[in-house]
């Protein structure tokens, strides 16, 4: 036994200088890029060129660079999918009223995997000289335009933004004179204070409010864990590194299997010594066996319970980040730097240990960047059952929402629906590795400084088998997310989760918590309230105005949007429910702006809506707490009016879980 042991030893060894050579650069999922914060995927730091589509030069002053096509631009602020860029070059010719500024024309690198927009930006028309019958012409064709006619070898045609927001009539008829072309350049957002300049180059910005987007394809991509790639053939490529995977899946697994040889032995010579010992001794001795073998093979490193209580400064109070139903909850620091949230579960029983073991082995088989990381635990032996976790400084969507730190305006509409889109991802990815969470609510959402989501505690999560519809379990959960149907049925499926999800949407939207004893006694929960107000169309009743419902036409239309697909969520019947897959693509589509699937919504099943003016609403009773469709009830109609996007150059943060 002990050769295997040595053989698989030796394999393993006059390998690794081929996998050391296989290997690529030293690509991470994340990298710190100066005053932009922590970046992933697309980007990438230009020492690291390999490891994404487009570069940063994260060590330029006084703000990094970013190459795109031809050109380098200053990366002034980053917010979500927006980036706040600046040209140095046109800010010269601006300031300068230089006509140069016209010949300007950024284009900016499209492929199957990404593409860009700047927002806002003017049309302008740009047309040489020509003969006098000519130029009367062209005056003609661009006769309702405002004419900038200095430059020496052309004239500009342009309308200004006041006039052309929400005025279709403004748009070029007819086919544009070959003598012409089109610029497309930045202006400023405008504001109360700072309304849009009448002069032609003050109206102009040499600031590039740039928004990003991946492809659907490429969101898919990332979501299973795979990588991004445009083949030879200019087309997306999905790539997961099989090969190289595979050839270490199996090295390894010749490692492991030689190792677990000598453990069944170890375990058959143990147990015949322990059988003489006693059956109740051989029974218990079987039982640790199993533990640790769970142990070994989750391969998660072990810190001792003396090493946490002086990471956590002897459990002190003080260092409290949270208690929930399964444990407490102390922010500590480990010998070699690292930030952890520790989880102390409160008995040491064997229904903790399956949920301490149960956590440890969701945790470890799946990587996510929207779920939290699990650095490791404490061996069964230990005297606390103790889960480390990567500490997430930020705290949970519920603190944002429902306490304190509400009063900061923290969550801006922009970070709810980031918020929502993440969370939706990390679900969609758990239930495509057969995993349903079973306790989603916004104080297992947390979020880091830049309010990116992690979502956490999977003490209750169960591995759903392949193959298998749903599991019959005692309903477990936390009130006013619960599934009603499995509450009723005692049947889990991936669909529960999709329920408690719409509970947190309707919380993004409204900022009202799940349950509150305060309100009507049939509104306590959340839900009975949402489907209340969405049946009556009193969306004005339900959505936070401080998020803009009422004076921006966008906030308002991607609101009620979100409302309409939380509706869907909190179906009754889980079977009229959609997947984590389709809300994850709504609210892709509904966050970029694309509000195609409105009348898709509105037909279905599910929102049997019917457009009539006139419709009798039932005052709330008892029994409206079993509706689970919409009958016979009109939706507002959204504006199509566009709405300003605004960006922030910074953002409030705080320490907490």
């Not at 970046?39 to 060129?49: A, D």
């Not at 609210?587 to 006139?614: A, C, M, P, V």
């Amino acid at each position: 036994m002990a050769s295997t042991f040595l053989f698989l030893c030796c394999l393993l060894i006059f390998n690794l200088p081929q996998l050391q050579g296989n290997s690529k650069s030293n690509c991470t999922e994340e990298f710190e890029c100066g005053n932009l914060g922590v970046m992933k995927f697309p980007f990438t730091n230009s020492s690291n060129p390999e490891c994404g589509i487009y570069k940063f030069d994260c060590q330029a002053k006084p703000y990094p660079k970013i190459e795109l096509g031809k050109h380098k631009y200053d990366a002034l602020v980053r917010k979500s999918d927006f980036f706040l860029l600046s040209d140095s070059e046109l800010q010269k010719y601006l300031e300068n009223k230089s006509c140069k500024s016209f010949n300007k024309k950024f284009s900016f690198p499209n492929s199957p995997l990404i593409s860009f927009q700047i927002i806002p930006n003017l049309t302008l028309y740009r047309c040489n000289h020509s003969q006098d019958i000519m130029q009367k012409k062209t005056d003609a064709f661009f006769h309702d335009f405002e004419n900038y006619s200095k430059c020496k070898d052309f004239n500009v045609y342009y309308h200004h933004p006041n006039e052309t927001l929400g005025n279709s009539s403004h748009k070029i008829s007819g086919k544009l004179p070959d003598h012409c072309s089109i610029i497309q350049l930045p202006i400023p957002l405008p504001t109360p204070s700072k309304p849009y300049a009448s002069d032609l180059f003050e109206l102009l910005s040499s600031n590039i409010l740039l928004e990003w987007e991946l492809s659907n394809d490429c969101h898919h991509c990332l979501d299973k864990g795979g990588k991004c790639l445009i083949g030879r053939d200019h087309k997306f490529h999905c790539s997961k590194g099989k090969k190289e995977k595979s050839k270490l899946r199996m090295i390894l697994a010749a490692v492991f299997i030689g190792v677990g040889l000598i453990l069944v032995s170890s375990i058959v010579i143990l147990s015949i010594w322990r059988r003489k010992r006693g059956k109740s001794g051989s029974t218990q001795f079987r039982r640790e066996i199993e533990v640790e073998s769970k142990y070994f093979g989750f391969q998660v490193p072990v810190f001792s319970y003396a090493e946490l209580k002086e990471a956590t400064n002897n459990f002190d109070p003080s260092n409290e980040l949270g208690d929930g139903g399964f444990g407490t909850v102390y922010y500590g620091k480990l010998y070699d730097g690292r930030e952890v949230a520790v989880k102390c579960l409160y008995e040491h029983n064997c229904k903790r240990m399956q949920q301490f073991i149960n956590e440890i082995e969701i945790l470890t088989r799946l990587r996510h960047q929207n779920l939290v990381s699990l650095y490791g635990c404490t061996s069964r032996r230990s005297r606390e059952l103790l889960l480390v976790y990567e500490f997430i400084s930020n705290g949970t969507v519920a603190d944002h929402l429902n306490s304190e730190r509400a009063e900061e305006g923290s969550l801006t509409w922009p970070i709810r629906m980031s918020i929502a889109v993440e969370t939706a991802s990390a679900l969609a990815y758990l239930h495509a590795s057969d995993v349903i969470h079973r306790d989603v609510k916004t104080n297992n959402i947390l979020l880091d400084d830049n309010f990116r989501v992690k979502v956490a505690d999977f003490g209750l999560s169960r591995l759903f088998p392949n193959e298998v519809s749903h599991i019959s379990t005692a309903p477990q959960g936390t009130p006013g997310y619960v599934d009603p149907e499995y509450h009723e049925c005692y049947q889990l499926t991936d669909k529960s989760d999709v329920y408690s999800f719409g509970v947190v949407l309707i919380e993004l939207i409204s900022s009202m918590p799940a349950v509150d004893i305060t309100r009507h006694k049939h509104e306590i929960n959340l839900a009975n309230l949402a489907i209340n107000r969405i049946q009556r169309c009193a969306f004005d009743e339900l959505i936070d105005p401080s998020l803009g419902f009422t004076s921006d036409t966008l906030v308002k239309r991607m609101t009620i949007s979100v409302a309409k697909l939380a509706f869907r969520c909190l179906q009754l019947e889980k079977d009229i429910r959609p997947t984590m897959d389709e809300v994850l693509d709504i609210l892709r589509k509904i966050q970029s702006g694309k509000f195609q699937n409105e009348k898709t919504l509105e037909s279905s099943d599910s929102f049997n809506l019917i457009k009539s003016k006139s419709v009798n609403i039932p005052p709330f009773s008892p029994e409206s707490d079993k509706v689970a469709l919409l009958k016979k009830v009109k939706f507002l109609s959204s504006s199509d009016s566009n709405s300003e996007i605004w960006i922030s150059g910074s953002t409030t943060t705080s320490t907490s879980e």
